[in-house]
């Protein structure tokens, strides 16, 4: 099979994007993981597939594949990708569109200015949403993590999230501590590790170990999560800045029950085609 894609960023996240619109792309765990791989494959952290919606009213389907082959719920640096995408390979010339995702609908924008804004929905707080093993649905609780007591903050934003706060995240545990949170077993889904350094009020630096691809250069749901959380906890003030290794976002939200609003670049580095197995 011959694949033509598009590699693409939002902010050094980087991305396989194919367009399954016109055709049908038979994708299995093992292709993406060969896709996905950078010495073997193309290289990315995550594959995007662009299809024809499902459902009434709403634009087109958008599906999201970890690198290690499992397909999951929601991508926030993805969709800013994806909305630069479809109107670079002139699939529609609306601005605002109706996405479907496997958690839901979210809008993204593209605006005069390049950057995309997207409404990337309500966030989940309740444990059984996200899913998180707890009896308690207190703000922030304890993860025993190898023997050591974290403070965490469990948000799904379609996908699920624990973001704790650290005082320097450069000296943060994120690739060993990131890895054993990952696979924490009162994450049944697994979940996303976010370690967050709160500059003030309106400023944080994180960093994201992702579930199915270890730590990105930067993280677009973790990033909503680390502000939902920030702000729950008393920490932040809407709006916030979230500086990552990859460069800045900017995230809106004005509490429970509204959706996060998330500000940022979508690059696109090339196209190419890839001969599979
Ligand atoms: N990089 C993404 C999130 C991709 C999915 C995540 N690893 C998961 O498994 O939930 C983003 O920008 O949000």
Known sequence: M???????????????????TR????????RVRVIA??????????LLVVE????????????????????????????????????????????????ETRSGLIAPR??????????MGVPRLQPAQIPFVSDSDAVVQPLDVAGETVAITAVSMGNPHAVQVVADVEMAPVQAQGALIEK??????????????VVDEGHVRL?????????????????????????????????VRVETR???LEIAWSGPETPVLMTGPAVTVFEGEMELA
Do not use: W
Request: glycine share 12%; charged share 25%; aromatic share 8%.
């Open 2 to 20: 011959r694949l033509r894609f598009t590699k693409m960023h939002g902010l050094g996240n980087d991305f396989v994007v194919i367009d399954a």
């Open 23 to 30: 055709e049908t792309v038979d994708l299995t765990p093992e």
């Open 37 to 46: 791989d950078r010495h073997f494959g193309v290289g990315c952290d995550q």
């Open 52 to 99: 024809q919606p499902t459902q009434p009213d709403v634009d087109f389907r958008y599906r999201i594949f970890n690198a290690d082959g499992g397909e999951v719920e929601q991508c926030g640096n993805g969709a800013r990708c994806f909305v630069r995408f479809v109107h670079e390979k002139a699939l529609t010339d609306k601005d605002e569109i109706r996405v």
């Open 110 to 119: 593209l605006r005069p200015d390049g950057l995309v804004t997207v409404d």
């Open 184 to 197: 924490h077993a009162r994450f049944p889904a697994r979940v996303n590790a976010g370690f967050m350094q």
């Open 207 to 239: 960093r994201v170990f992702e579930r199915g691809a270890g730590e990105t250069l930067a993280c677009g749901t973790g990033a909503c999560a680390a502000v939902v959380a920030g702000i729950l906890r008393g920490l932040l003030v809407s709006p």
């Open 246 to 248: 990859g460069g800045e």
